[in-house]
């Protein structure tokens, strides 16, 4: 594995490392100040890399002391999708969906083995017997995670609900269509991890995965803009669904106050009123609406998260006229980790020409009078958003759009179906008729969010793997583990930033010296990571890490407006 000596002295820091320690000694730009170690190069809104519009200090990564900084579990900082509690309520799933398999995927980013526990509600579950290593395709044959927790640099694979999972998940199907309240599963670490859902498990055969990075609970907000999936959802049989887009609100800690405005009416919660009720911890409240529901608002009197989706989500582009409908969810980011730069990489292309594909977005306004620029201009893009607008656009050119810092807002980026306007790229060996991919959403994270270092795992039942890398033009070079440097970066407009596609797998056969499982990327700076499974009518993508710091002081009151 290769790894600047920032990212290892990160990686390093997880668990043993040291801010000025014989062990570990401290990166360039990082020291010991009081009782915190910081690193002047990690990313984030304080990370004083002048390129990405930082501050002074970067981030806190752990407590001194007096001593080395141990980034443990109680003194990380609430700023990362690092951590060691995470709450996972079970996404709506398609009802006629195969395969009903709810899975995360937990990533030891330490050098020491990490320990997993597992509880819903009161009740505390065995995860010995759910959790797996993955060492092939074959999820029946993995090793269960040993005694002594999962190694350093290892991903396991955690069953947690479903009557198909390879290996018998610890409850039944959790899953629901309806407007409900439902007990989320818990799942907590002895050292921080990136951890990561998809649902339903099993790669093509489920026909419907999709999949999110998920936040630990000491990085929740209180103050959210809902931001869901468009509405297109359109069977090719006699069924029409309706209610598909859903959201869910999940408490960590009892007695949580949730205020509710949403923009459509829901069961219980009537459009542009504010609608109160409360959650204890673990349970979350999901409401389901053909309206659009992006743009309503949420607050909190205790952190929450919010998760949304579409159960039977189905979209089309100029260079998708068709497809079929798959399940897709996100974890939606607070609004205080909102950004003002995004840069939108488009994933590699599914079209047998490698012409450049139509790629649909999604911005939701979050401060009224939000003015936005682009390189390169973007015709039919949004110029102007308010506080719950919603604004639908495509384009084949990856873009890099900006406002300020007054002025936060949210971008989605989605994959369209699997039928194309020319021949798909194949799906596996020997394919005759391939249909790569399908409808997927996933969040663009704001060019602060990023790290510059990452372990994360690519779902082995997936054939075709490709990673989406964002750079600063000038930062340190992208390390892969299995590719080495990534030297195939072009420039986005004049933004200053640079984007590069990687395929780790290609239609079932490996590139290079990779595969599907656990993987690494590093730099001396910041850079976005994006991971893509596809194969034959299924995908899923999540950004492999990043921060949740405050970039923005905005609050978005929930009042009528």
Not at 29 to 38: I, R, Y
Not at 190 to 207: L, R
Not at 460 to 466: E, I
């Amino acid at each position: 594995m290769r790894k600047t000596p920032l990212a290892a002295w990160v990686a390093g820091l997880l668990t043993l490392g040291g801010c000025g320690s014989s062990t570990h000694p401290p990166p360039p730009g990082a020291e010991c100040t009081g009782t915190s170690c910081a690193s002047a190069m990690d990313g984030g809104v304080d990370s004083g890399v002048s390129e990405l519009g930082g501050g002074d200090s970067g981030p806190v990564l752990g407590s001194c002391d007096g001593g080395p900084c141990v980034a443990s579990c109680e003194s990380l900082p609430a700023n990362t999708s690092l951590g060691c509690d995470f709450v996972v309520a079970t996404p709506a799933l398609l009802e006629v969906a195969t395969g009903d398999c709810l899975a995360v995927f937990v990533a030891n980013n330490g050098t020491s083995p990490i320990l997993l526990s597992l509880s819903s509600g009161a009740q505390s579950l065995d995860a010995a017997s759910v959790a797996r290593i993955p060492t092939g395709p074959d999820a029946t044959s993995w090793p269960q995670v040993p005694a002594s927790g999962l190694p350093a640099g290892q991903v396991a694979v955690v069953f947690l609900s479903g009557d198909a999972c390879p290996v018998a998940a610890v409850s039944g199907s959790t899953s629901s269509v309806t407007n409900t309240t439902g007990q989320a599963f818990r799942l907590t670490t002895s050292a921080p991890a990136n951890v990561y859902d998809i649902y339903p498990f099993g790669g093509a055969t489920t026909f419907v995965p999709g999949a999110t990075l998920l936040y630990p609970s000491t990085s929740w907000g209180t103050n959210y803009v809902v931001a869901t999936p468009r509405r297109e959802s359109v069977y090719g049989g006699p069924q029409s669904p309706t209610n598909t887009r859903w959201i869910q609100i999940v408490a960590a800690t009892d007695g949580t106050t949730v205020s509710l405005v949403p923009t459509t009416d829901l069961v219980g919660a009537p459009a542009n009123t504010v609608t109160t009720f409360t959650l204890d911890a673990g349970e979350y409240r999901q409401f389901a609406a053909d309206g659009e529901m992006s743009g309503s608002v949420i607050s909190s009197d205790h952190p929450v998260a919010l998760n949304s989706g579409n159960w039977a989500f189905n979209l089309v582009s100029k260079t998708s006229p068709s497809g079929y409908v798959d399940e897709c969810h996100q974890q939606i980011p607070p609004v205080t980790a909102l950004g003002y730069e995004y840069v939108a990489a488009p994933y590699t292309t599914r079209l047998s020409t490698l012409a450049p594909e139509s790629v649909p977005y999604r911005f939701v306004g979050v401060v009224n009078g939000t003015t936005l620029s682009y390189d390169p201009p973007i015709a039919g893009a949004p110029t102007t958003l308010n506080l719950g607008d919603v604004a639908d656009f495509e384009t084949t050119s990856p873009f890099d759009v900006k406002s300020d810092a007054t002025h936060p807002f949210y971008i989605a980026q989605f994959m369209p179906g699997c039928v194309f306007t020319v021949p798909s790229r194949p799906d596996y060996p020997g394919s005759t008729d391939p249909m790569l991919g399908d409808p997927e959403f996933v969040n663009v994270l704001p060019a602060k969010q990023f790290l510059s270092s990452y372990v994360f795992y690519t779902d082995v039942t997936f054939r075709t793997t490709n990673l989406v890398l964002t750079r600063r033009v000038g930062s340190g070079a992208v390390t892969v583990d299995c590719l080495g440097a990534v030297t195939s970066f072009t420039a986005v407009g004049t933004s200053g930033f640079e984007i590069a596609n990687v395929d780790l797998v290609r239609a079932g056969v490996n590139v290079g010296a990779c595969a599907n499982g656990p993987h690494t990327a590093s730099s001396a700076d910041p850079f976005g990571l994006v991971v893509w499974g596809t194969d034959t009518a299924a995908s899923y993508a999540y950004p492999a890490g990043g921060s949740v710091a405050a970039l923005t002081t905005v609050v978005v009151p929930a009042t009528t407006q």
